[in-house]
């Protein structure tokens, strides 16, 4: 089993950045493939970015293509979400979810594939 926490959210202007960091715990994060997505109030949830076990293989929704980027750092057991150019529309809770060893190069984009998901943070943008 794997413990996720993430971190990095808060209020920022429309066309500012932020970086969201997801940790780790009780089984190495490699055995994982990673993901992110964000659910507004009342909204569904939705993918945003996913990493390969190796971080050798990513995928975006459409929406964030060119603002965002994933990462990770497997010595750290961490997952990162660089958002820059921020929208608004993007005011959501950002959940880190790890789905327990697919494939070392395969990303997945489905939330029911995940098996494990933190708490989230918060992410507002104001215009």
């Known amino acids: 089993q794997v413990q996720l926490v993430e971190s990095g959210g808060g209020l920022v202007q429309a066309g500012g950045s932020l970086r969201l960091s997801c940790a780790a715990s009780?089984?190495?994060?490699?055995?994982?493939?990673m993901g992110w997505f964000r659910q507004a109030p009342g909204k569904e949830r939705l993918f945003v970015a996913a990493?390969?076990?190796?971080?050798?293989?990513?995928s975006y929704a459409d929406s964030v293509k060119g603002r965002f980027t994933i990462s990770r750092d497997n010595a750290k057991n961490t997952v990162y979400l660089q958002m820059n150019s921020l929208k608004p529309e993007e005011t959501a809770v950002y959940y880190c979810?790890?789905?327990?060893?697919?494939?070392?190069?395969?990303?997945?984009?489905?939330?029911?594939?995940?098996?494990?998901w933190g708490q989230g943070t918060q992410v507002t943008v104001s215009s």
């Open positions: 990493i390969s076990r190796s971080g050798g293989s990513t």
């Open positions: 979810p790890a789905d327990f060893a697919p494939g070392y190069t395969t990303v997945v984009v489905t939330p029911q594939a995940y098996d494990y």
């Open positions: 009780g089984r190495p994060s490699s055995m994982y493939a």
